[in-house]
């Protein structure tokens, strides 16, 4: 079972060594597995950005209810600038 699977394997690259080496395609089959290639990875880091931010996103949210759950919204006004007041300003 070895053995097959060793010839199997050496067919293959053989065959794909031919295909993108071939003198005739294969420049042109190299540039297009290239940029498919470099498509695909760019893709990939875009999603994995979108789905970062998401993430991120979604932890914040969920971080700012359960502090509004916890504290009341009288009670983080005044924890977040103690000096605040709603009262407003008289100009002297």
């Known amino acids: 079972m070895g053995q097959m699977r060793r010839l199997l394997t050496a067919i293959g690259l053989g065959v794909g060594a031919m295909y993108f080496f071939d003198p005739q395609l294969g420049k042109q089959r190299r540039e297009k ?6 498509s695909m990875v760019n893709q990939t880091r875009k999603d994995a950005e979108t789905k970062l931010r998401d993430l991120q996103n979604r932890a914040y949210g969920t971080y700012r209810e359960i502090s509004g759950s916890v504290l009341g919204a009288d009670d983080r006004r005044s924890s977040q600038n103690p000096e605040r007041s709603d009262e407003p300003v008289s100009k002297s």
């Open 33 to 38: 597995f290239r940029d498919k290639f470099n």
